[in-house]
């Protein structure tokens, strides 16, 4: 058994009244901002198990969209979250849905941005205010928001993921875990690369220039 850490018996400071259904929630929402990276425009949320059940009592709903408008677990704003949505012209919708095999707190999120890119991203809370993105436009993945994370759509062609641990290796940025997923050979796959720390601009330029390189993301840690 790993070493907890006091945040991870007491969970995060928070606007009540559930870590999972608040906390948890608006966490959810931070790391699909940081994944979508534009301005958002609309967002329909799926609610699935207990969180269809009890999102109203418990204000699932509305630190989802705090959480999505970019606000802290501890913000009082997220009471009126609906409201700061409303008047960033942001569009939302509740819908209720039964999702299969998951963590009964999941939610299925559609976001619009601004520019009309869609982005589909399912996702837990899993307790304590802890949360996995589980996928990301139809690609499993496994996203904690206690890491930098990089995440790259790329051709599934060999020699790719050491292009991208050698720019990684060059600014001695240590990985702390990676996950790489294809649907079948020679398909499109996603990379999913936990770092130490934070990388800086150039790097990521550098890996944004290798040409097999669809689409790439670099998510910090939500605290």
């Excluded at 705090?66 to 569009?91: M, P, R, Y």
Aim: charged residues 25%; negative net charge.
């Amino acid at each position: 058994m790993g070493n907890l850490s006091i945040f991870d018996i007491l969970g995060p400071v928070m606007v009540g009244p559930s870590s999972s259904h608040t906390a948890g929630a608006v966490r959810i929402g931070n790391l699909a901002k940081e994944i979508v990276g534009e301005e958002i425009s609309q967002i329909k949320i799926y609610l699935h198990g207990s969180f269809k059940e009890t999102y109203k009592g418990h204000g699932t709903d509305k630190a989802l969209i705090g959480g999505l408008l970019g606000l802290k677990t501890d913000d009082t704003a997220i009471k009126n979250s609906f409201a700061l949505a409303e008047k960033k012209g942001v569009e939302f919708e509740f819908l209720k849905i039964d999702l299969d095999r998951v963590h009964p707190n999941t939610v299925k999120l559609e976001i619009q941005d601004i520019n009309n890119n869609l982005t589909n991203i399912i996702a837990s809370s899993v307790g304590g205010g802890s949360v996995i993105i589980e996928e990301i436009n139809g690609i499993k993945v496994k996203i904690t928001g206690e890491y930098y994370s990089l995440i790259t759509i790329h051709q599934d062609k060999p020699g790719i993921i050491a292009q991208i641990s050698k720019v990684l290796e060059n600014y001695k940025l240590n990985i702390a875990y990676m996950k790489v997923l294809r649907e079948f050979k020679g398909s499109l796959a996603t990379a999913v690369i936990e770092l130490d720390e934070e990388i800086n601009d150039s790097a990521l330029e550098e890996i944004k220039n290798i040409p097999e390189i669809n689409n790439i993301r670099f998510l910090r840690p939500i605290r």
